[in-house]
């Protein structure tokens, strides 16, 4: 581990002053957003933190025994060779549901009253540095996905190289009532099928869990690895329901919320089926929004091994958009630690009408937005866009199609010419703040010279 990290998150944990809290809710969008955890830092920006909630710190109960830690993501990290661990814990408290004060207006400025509550017993994963020392003094929070009807650390996946060699504590938390207690799978592949949750899939470590149902925000606190205090979760009156949210069209990411927000939104997001764009926001000094050209709600990479298994008529994306992802956090981080917003992106240009799309050149790439380096120099056609009459599952996982070999030929003469102008396009996306350069070789690993004749 570098020095300079050991210094800096000696003895710091999270929860404890100096520490950031980065939470990201990526289990619908590629939500990419900063809260605050109300520590003191140096006043070097005019954000002020949001306030704390004040109550009972929750259950620092650990689950062991039975199978060991469930997830079920496509691809499993190892945790030994960077140097971190993991743990599971309890976090309990009171549920409170929220109804509406009037109509749910289409600016997201809503206001909300207390209607019932409920006990709560959930599950929440700690992966950290094994060695304390290395603790950067961030954690990451992950809403974790349950598309296909458990729980999946997918964000994680996206982001742990960059986690891991930073020192940052990742904290995955089983925000939803199917992943603990079972029920039917939302994605056409699954429908009709019933998943038996944390509970039935291994009672001997969660059988104590209870979740009473989503539309409940959780009045207490989500605990910390080191159990020296508690992080807010959510507070009293912070969290509406989730059914009454996702039935307003568009739910928009409030911008003046007192704490630095990053959206990541992929061009497939757009439109298809999550229509982001029609809750488009302007940047601000609380907002920015980074709109990735080319890229797809998921894709090859975040799929794994599991993309071999998949019959979406096409090739699923497969974009580098992981690597903005992870520009994204540090960049999230800068902005709270040190008051420095991230770079302003360009938007996905779209066509006028009154029912916009995203427009696209003469290959049939999206213009504008955040251009990676197989979007900037192609030999691919990647997109959001999936195949026609695609699943609603294959929906999120895009297409990637192969221009011809005459246009191929027609961009890049050689082989150095291609290579030159994608290891121009490569350095160009690190200077631009939407890579880093620690990753810099997994973007030149998205390079196809074998293509070139």
């Known amino acids: ?17 100096g520490a950031t809290l980065l939470c990201c809710l990526l289990a619908v969008t590629a939500m990419v957003a900063g809260c605050s955890d109300g520590a003191p830092r140096k006043p070097t920006t005019s954000v002020t933190p949001a306030p704390r909630p004040v109550g009972p710190a929750a259950d620092l109960q650990e689950l062991t025994g039975g199978k ?3 997830m079920g993501s496509p691809v499993v990290v190892g945790l030994t060779g960077p140097g971190y661990i993991q743990n599971e814990y309890v976090a309990s408290g009171t549920a409170t549901s929220y109804r509406p004060q009037g109509a749910l207006s289409r600016d997201g400025r809503w206001a909300f009253q207390p209607a019932d509550a409920a006990a709560y017993r959930t599950r929440v994963l700690v992966r950290r540095p094994a060695d304390a020392r290395d603790v950067s003094g961030t954690v990451v929070i992950e809403w974790l996905n349950v598309s296909s009807g458990v729980d999946s650390d997918v964000e994680w996946y996206n982001t ?33 099928s019933t998943t038996t949750g944390l509970r039935g899939a291994d009672p001997a470590r969660y059988e104590s869990l209870d979740q009473p149902r989503d539309g409940y925000a959780f009045d207490g606190f989500l605990v910390h690895s080191r159990g020296s205090g508690a992080l807010p979760l959510v507070g009293p009156g912070q969290s509406a329901s ?24 992929t061009e497939g997001d757009l439109t298809v089926v999550l229509n982001s764009l029609r809750a ?13 050209a080319g890229a797809a709600h998921a894709d090859a990479h975040a799929l794994g091994p599991f993309v071999n298994a998949l019959d979406c008529g096409v090739p699923v994306n497969n974009a580098p958009t992981h690597i903005v992802v992870k520009a994204a956090i540090r960049a999230l981080e800068t902005w709270v630690q040190a008051g420095t917003p991230p770079p302003t992106a360009p938007r996905i240009t779209v066509t006028s009408g009154g029912s916009p799309g995203v427009a696209r050149n ?18 691919d056609v990647l997109s959001g866009v999936p195949a026609v009459n695609a699943s609603v599952l294959c929906e999120l996982f895009g297409s990637t199609k192969p221009l ?9 003469p050689t082989r150095d010419t291609y290579l030159q102008r994608y290891t121009a396009a490569v350095d160009k996306t690190i200077e631009a703040g939407f890579a880093l350069a620690a990753d810099r070789a997994t973007l030149l690993a998205y390079a196809q010279p074998d293509r070139i004749h």
């Open 1 to 17: 581990m570098p020095a300079d990290r050991s210094a800096r998150g000696r003895g710091l944990a999270p929860g404890r002053p």
């Open 68 to 70: 060991g830690v469930n």
């Open 160 to 192: 742990h190289e960059e986690l891991m060699r930073h020192g940052d504590v990742w904290v995955g938390v089983s925000a939803q009532r199917i992943g603990v207690m079972g029920g039917d799978a939302l994605t056409a592949s699954a429908a009709g």
């Open 242 to 265: 989730l059914t009454d949210i996702a039935a307003t069209t568009p739910a928009l990411i409030r911008s003046d919320t007192g704490v630095p927000v990053l959206d990541v939104q």
């Open 280 to 292: 488009r926001q302007d940047d601000s000094s609380r907002f920015r929004l980074w709109e990735v």
């Open 362 to 379: 003469i290959d049939g790439i999206a213009e504008g937005g955040i251009r990676t380096p197989p979007v900037a120099v192609p030999v």
């Open 404 to 412: 011809s070999v005459t246009r191929i030929a027609m961009l890049y």
